[in-house]
């Protein structure tokens, strides 16, 4: 048998001697050597100085060879690569021992495959069972993930829905306060015009009676009423406005919901035979996440809490809105019978007092009437009196011709 790293004939490095095998024998002293070894250190084969031969091991140096051998020797030399040989054959004992620790290191080697080829199976199995595991793991989260994300996503459409409701109705209360803004314009154009027309009244008069303080405070009221519903529809844009911002987020928000709901059933969907399945470098440690689930589901819950609170402050305008249309309502329908009772008293006083004054002018024209036929009466009896004073004065003339002492102022002079 032939040892790897060896070779087949030997050479002794020792004295050469001329003797057979008869004259060998074992000396005491350390002879002089050449080992063979195996330089690989493997299962089974010899390492350095492990073993070496017990046959023709040592070779005494003082044993001095026949005298044939010598003059042989002097003579030819006979086979020198036979006797070689002979001094590097090993005994049966180094055979068997070197098979049996070739056989020993074979086990040896095998029992090693053995347990290293167990071993690489547990393993395998174990780490088979952990990948199945932690697949089913993560799609049993990505199952939660999707059931979390159509929670969150039937929350965000049902609070969009009664938000686009709440907004139609905000809309309904702000045409209703512009249109009546726009009506209030005619009554109170209609008291303006009350108010300039009376203003051509002449003399006593122009009197500040009731219609006209009722007007004043009508067109008072008219005006406070318009600035109010213009106020209220100002607070009401402005509530659209922020309603229609909490509109925008939730569709962003349910818009976002749904790529990441589609994202995520792709991957739930994924299996080990799916086509699309490959192989990205690096993406383990690739991480841009911006939230975790507790941020995640506070954000929506804040879109919806703030949604809510919108909501809460349109139907709080809603109702105010209300109660003002009402209120002023009645507040307009109070002026407006005031001033309708206040001008139909001033009409019946005024047409109370025309009809005194109008009876007065009856009378009076009468009076004036008979006064005109008294003076022309007493121009008449002046006219008539004429002759009667002719006569008077002519007798007064007359009498003023009597005579020195007949001059008298007597009863005739007198009357």
């Known amino acids: 048998m032939e040892f790897l790293g060896t070779t087949q004939t030997a050479s002794y490095c020792g004295p050469k001697r001329g003797c057979g095998l008869s004259g060998l024998r074992f000396a005491a002293q350390g002879p002089v050597v050449q080992e063979c070894y195996q330089p690989y250190h493997l299962p089974g084969y010899r390492y350095l100085n492990s073993w070496r031969p017990s046959l023709f091991c040592k070779v005494a140096t003082t044993q001095t060879c026949p005298e044939e051998c010598q003059s042989s020797r002097r003579t030819t030399t006979t086979l020198p690569s036979l006797r070689s040989a002979l001094f590097c054959r ?54 939660q993930r999707l059931s979390d994300i159509g929670f969150w996503k039937s929350e965000l459409c049902y609070e969009l829905n009664r938000l686009l409701t709440e907004n139609s109705s905000m809309d309904a209360i702000k045409r209703r306060l512009d249109c009546a803004v726009e009506e209030l314009t005619r009554p109170l154009q209609v008291a303006l015009e009350c108010l300039y027309h009376r203003e051509k009244r002449i003399g006593i008069d122009l009197v500040h009676d009731n219609v006209e303080k009722n007007l004043i405070r009508e067109v008072d009221l008219l005006k406070c009423c318009q600035d109010q519903m213009k106020k209220l529809a100002q607070r009401v844009d402005l509530q659209m406005r922020d309603n229609r911002n909490a509109q925008h987020t939730l569709e962003r928000d349910i818009e976002d919901k749904n790529c990441a709901q589609c994202i995520d059933e792709k991957c739930f969907n994924l299996r080990n035979s799916s086509e699309c399945a490959t192989f990205f470098h690096g993406m383990e440690k690739f991480d841009d996440t911006v939230s ?54 001033r009409i019946s006083e005024e047409t109370d007092v ?36 002719k006569v008077a004065q002519t007798r007064l003339e007359c009498r003023t011709r009597r005579p020195n002492m007949e001059l008298c102022r007597d009863n005739p002079q007198f009357k």
């Open 90 to 143: 090993y005994s049966p004992k180094d055979w068997n021992r070197s098979n049996e620790l070739q056989i020993q290191g074979a086990e040896t080697s095998r029992l090693l495959a053995s347990r290293l080829t167990g071993d690489s199976l547990r393993i395998m199995q174990d780490k088979e069972q952990l990948t199945r595991q932690m697949q089913e793991g993560t799609s049993r989260n990505l199952g």
């Open 292 to 345: 975790v689930p507790e941020t995640w589901a506070k954000f929506s819950d804040n879109n919806i809490r703030h949604s809510q609170n919108m909501r809460a402050n349109s139907i709080r305008l809603r109702e105010e809105a209300e109660h003002l249309f009402e209120t002023l309502s009645d507040q307009m329908w109070k002026q407006f019978t005031d001033t309708n009772l206040a001008f139909n008293a």
């Open 354 to 389: 025309k009809n005194k004054l109008q009876t007065q002018l009856a009378k009076t024209l009468q009076e004036i009437f008979q006064a005109e036929n008294a003076i022309m009466l007493l121009e008449r009896a002046i006219m008539a009196k004429e002759c009667p004073l």
